[in-house]
């Protein structure tokens, strides 16, 4: 539990180190990020493929493999949305959103090639010893879907071509990200968790994906009622 509790903290730290010190160069040169992202997937890959143990190393690998990386990307992109439009914090973050969001499906490689084609292969079987575990996986596939729509149609040289009225539609599929996200780790982890049989860990990560998804339904639901009063109020003047 301690490992997966520190891997969480250094994701959330380099997510926010990424996100406020190296912002302008995040949005000035993205592409060396990318790069970093995509070489911390294949160095994370070839640790796992070539069977190696490192002592000290579980807490970096956790990092990749439970996605704890990648997720604390997302939901710094999903917490963008839910801040108010003139706080410090939105206009600092909303012009590197789109590039937070790309960094977040890279690393998310990492955790999808490792478990996808461990599992699809013996879906049947899994179906009949696990129906949770199986639904999981066909939530998982989904959520890769929703994943990949968003992050293409976030690429800038793809975003500035695309009619408003086409692009805006799917970017609002990130609502449905979220609740899909939720949905595959509470099938993956929920019922051992609260029976009791599943580790610490991944206890833990169950805690800590609740509380965040909670904490951001609550402020966009704030949100959405803030801007409807707003309507109003201009609408009755």
Do not use: N
């Amino acid at each position: 539990m301690g490992a997966d509790l520190v891997s969480a903290l250094i994701s959330a730290a380099i997510a926010l180190i990424v996100a406020f010190p190296l912002g302008g160069a995040l949005r000035r040169h993205p592409v060396p990020f990318y790069l970093v992202a995509l070489a911390l997937v294949v160095a994370h890959l070839w640790y796992r493929l070539a069977g190696m143990y490192v002592a000290g190393a579980q807490v970096v690998v956790d990092v990749m493999q439970k996605a704890y990386l990648s997720c604390a990307f997302l939901a710094l992109v999903m917490f963008i949305g839910v801040l108010d439009e003139q706080s410090a914090a939105r206009r600092r973050l909303q012009p590197i959103r789109a590039e937070l969001s790309i960094l977040s499906f890279i690393l998310a490689l990492g955790h999808t090639i490792v478990f996808l084609p461990s599992y699809l292969p013996h879906f049947s079987r899994v179906f009949l010893s696990h129906p949770g575990m199986a639904a999981s996986i066909v939530v998982a596939i989904l959520l890769v879907v929703v994943y990949v729509l968003l992050t293409v149609t976030s690429l800038h040289v793809l975003r500035v071509r695309m009619p408003y009225r086409v692009w805006k539609p799917i970017q609002r599929l990130s609502y449905a990200m979220v609740a899909l996200l939720y949905a595959h780790i509470l099938l993956a982890l929920g019922r051992s968790a609260f029976l009791g049989h599943g580790s610490a860990s991944a206890q833990l990560a169950l805690v800590i994906y609740t509380l965040t998804t909670a904490v951001y339904v609550v402020l966009r639901i704030r949100k959405a009622l803030r801007s409807r009063a707003a309507r109003s109020a201009a609408e009755g003047r």
